[in-house]
């Protein structure tokens, strides 16, 4: 598991990550999202998640918060990003240091 990365989205959103040497998988609906990161979890240290699968998957994705590995990251999609991403990592901040350094809300 040294290292590996994956990235988790539609088919056009993903497929440039190819090309830099991630592992894509192609999902257009929550649950087939799902059901991949239900494999993958073990094998891989971080997971790109699009935003747009991200969002419904909310629940589902705070058992991975639980451990060290995988991390899952959301990411936008081709279409642009929906401010999902930076609201989690918001959220994450304010958790672990008490107080909003970044985006100072």
């Known amino acids: 598991m040294k290292g590996k990365i994956a990235i ?11 090309a830099a040497g ?3 998988f192609p999902a257009e609906t929550e649950a087939k999202a799902r059901d991949i990161l239900r494999k993958i979890a073990r094998e891989y240290k971080i997971i790109f998640l699009t935003e747009e699968l991200a969002r419904p ?9 639980e ?12 279409s ?11 959220s994450a901040m304010e958790r672990a240091l008490g107080v ?5 809300n």
């Open 80 to 90: 642009g990003s929906t401010g999902y991403g930076a609201e989690i990592l918001k």
């Open 8 to 18: 988790v989205g539609d088919g056009d959103s993903i497929t440039v990550f190819k």
């Open 67 to 78: 451990e060290a590995y995988p991390v899952v990251l959301s990411i936008p999609s081709k």
């Open 57 to 65: 998957l909310t629940e589902f994705l705070k058992r991975f918060d």
């Open 22 to 24: 991630v592992a894509t």
């Open 100 to 104: 909003d350094i970044l985006f100072n």
